[in-house]
């Protein structure tokens, strides 16, 4: 059954909103995309098809996101660098229950502080979303990447 037209703009428009946070370096915001109990997993596309646990990164709340921010804020020590994402339209796969299923496509260029660009992650996220409060959140956010490889400097979230 085909998501309503009010599902699909709140679903692109959380999606907006979280990639803008990243991009926009309002990483302080990013966490409040997400429900206060969560899953967010950056994992390859790998590990994901043969159901493999173990991706790059995890986080089980919203509490956990928001040390990431600290972390990235005050304790890590990486190039400058900015993300810039492109995010495909969304197919929403299942609604019920005002939680909504959902695929998007993505890709992340980096820039780092000289100048130097490219393309960093390209994959997919895949997203369990509800609408049941009085903006949409994540209640789940996986992001499976293409590659085999990730860059060993992965600081900020895709």
Not at 43 to 50: D, F, V
Not at 129 to 150: A, N, T, Y
Request: proline share 4%.
């Amino acid at each position: 059954m085909p998501a309503d037209i009010a599902t699909q703009f709140a679903v692109e428009r959380l999606l907006a909103r979280y990639v803008a946070s990243i991009d926009e370096d309002r990483l302080e915001e990013w966490p409040n995309h997400f429900a206060e109990t969560c899953r967010y997993q950056i994992i390859s596309a790998e590990n994901y098809e043969q159901g493999l646990p173990i991706g790059v990164f995890f986080a089980d709340s919203r509490g956990m996101l928001r040390d990431r921010v600290s972390a990235l804020r005050q304790a890590n020590v990486y190039e400058p660098q900015r993300y810039r994402h492109l995010v495909s339209s969304t197919l929403i796969l299942d609604e019920a229950d005002g939680l909504v299923t959902a695929q998007s496509n993505y890709m992340v260029v980096r820039i780092m502080h000289d100048g130097a660009t490219a393309l960093f992650s390209t994959g997919r996220y895949l997203d369990r979303i509800s609408l049941g409060g009085r903006e949409p959140l994540f209640v789940e956010k996986l992001v499976v990447f293409d590659s085999r490889r990730i860059d060993t400097l992965l600081a900020m979230p895709l």
